[in-house]
DNA sequence: TTGTATGCGTTATCAC
DNA sequence: GTGATAACGCATACAA
């Protein structure tokens, strides 16, 4: 197919088609100003010889790359790959390619990427932060590359930002448990230095006062990640709270820690919801699937991908823009693991 | 920052330092040669002007690229993002950048994907291929783009390929199941197009036969994808088999499978093992999360990514090259789906 | 409709 | 140790 070792390029093509180097360039982005008989003989040429475009050239000479990125905060949690895939869904719309990079929590993990990002000269930057507030971010959008942070607000609206209300995401859950009838209840999540679970605690805690309720019976029991694990962990040290004074009913911060704490709870020989309902957050696929169908507040996964990256394109475009917050509405999911007879499954 | 709208290059860069651009090159590429004096001269004129090297540039005179990508064939499936994952780490050990895309099982996507792939000039390529033997396959190889096959051997040997023995990890699971006195097994999977699944499948009846059980005992129940809700639905069509012709256990050829059927098996009143048994295939996160937590055979799900990415890298430094199909030995790990009293958990 | 010429930002080979 | 300079493969403005 390739006589010598070398890929062919475009000056191979047009030799071989018996035109100019320009007219193969013409054929591939403006074939409606070249003749069709010549179309198709270089076509045919390109064919034969197996000519691939230069992508790296293509970009250096047109000055725009045809790639997104999205920086995922946790490549362990299900929630973010559904919102990559809702990402991907608009690339692939807009015939663009998308990186998908995963920080995992960690500043230096997340920096190095978004300094590798800058060099491939993407075309926007979709990304969950481990910081919000950290300066790379800022950096990356004064250079010129639209930056959206997804499930997440952006700080003092220096960025678009897409993401569900957390703090009224803990008010329903919360408000939820307490209309099954609780009065003791623990919330489960951290780190703090998480925006997601301090703005879905404090809703807990709003909704809560709110009712009239008690402070000192809204018992917050830290983790140190969003894991399953933490959640397992978090199990543990309820299960080890007098029986008088353990809560009938527990909030998780997401759907991990939830499958975790319910695991646990289960394994020690408690009936779920009847000794112990729980409520998680996300509503990824799994939380359905759990033996005992775990109640859960949903975020609209992929839609939240799909809306951050049609930000991202709509800046990138150019033209006059505001950077905007979109806030969607969360929505409890009522299911096995909060109601004995769920009317949503 | 920058002054002009332009984004700063080697030559803005020069002029700042009062050097020539083939210095500042230097310090980037070869900073032993340039003098102390002057070397931080140029990289304080590249800090302050914010200079960010272009990639494509790069690529385009140095004839490599950076990056190696790897196609998944279902974004789905924790198993695909763990081994991302190990691939990920590999990939920065060696400094590079990591593409990932997903097939979700469709040809035509996967087709796409290894184009843009080619466009890009990637340094190689992993990938868990709708089907092995597609042409596309062999023409990214022909052209001296080194790829991987993952968790899947090659046809032929025509490639490098890092997998586990799929028939043997389908023995070992209804081995495991006879061994509990299991005398009828369902087995549940599909679709037969893909590889892994006919391979399990094919292990569990090998070994169904050794043991000299009749083969109408061991009853298949193909499924349409390897997900959650063929699962429930495949636990739908084992409830409707008649009492005493009922399987009392059932192997799985993933744990998303599993996972359904145990959530439509608990729903629908069974007791895990006692009425029914179950064993997964991957031995992802979520099965040893499960509320009954599921026994499942193990993939060594980062060392597949990792041994792959190596593979991948060996094979594009050039030298002497002799494909190798890796297998890894898939491991049973016994949970409270199969055993009541679990050694290991 | 087609061909020619120039430059994108970088690396690397030379002289100096 | 440093500075010119020629590619790399392609897109495009302009000439023919």
Redo the contacts with the bound molecule.
Sequence with gaps: MVGNG??P???DV?AAA??????V??V???PE???P???ERVERAMAELG????ES??Q????TSRTLAYVMLDGGNPFFHDVAQGIELAAEDADLSLFICTSNGRADREAVHLDRLMQQRVQGVLITPVNPDAPHLAEISRRGIPVVIVDRVGAGGAFCSVAVDDVLGGRIAVEHLAEQGHTRVAVVGGPESLGQVRERLEGARQVWAELGLPAEDLIYLPTEALSVAEGRSAGERLAGIPARRRPTAAFCANDLLALGLLQQSIGAGLRVPEDLAIVGFDDIEFAAAAAVPLSSVRQPRQELGRAAAQLVLEEAAGGRHEHQQLSFVPELVARASTVLRPKVF
Tied chains: 1, 2.
């Design positions: 070398r890929t390029s475009v000056k047009a018996g035109v100019s180097l320009g007219t360039s013409n591939m982005n403006r100003v070249v003749s008989a010549t179309r000519f691939v475009r230069n050239a293509r250096l000479r047109a000055g």
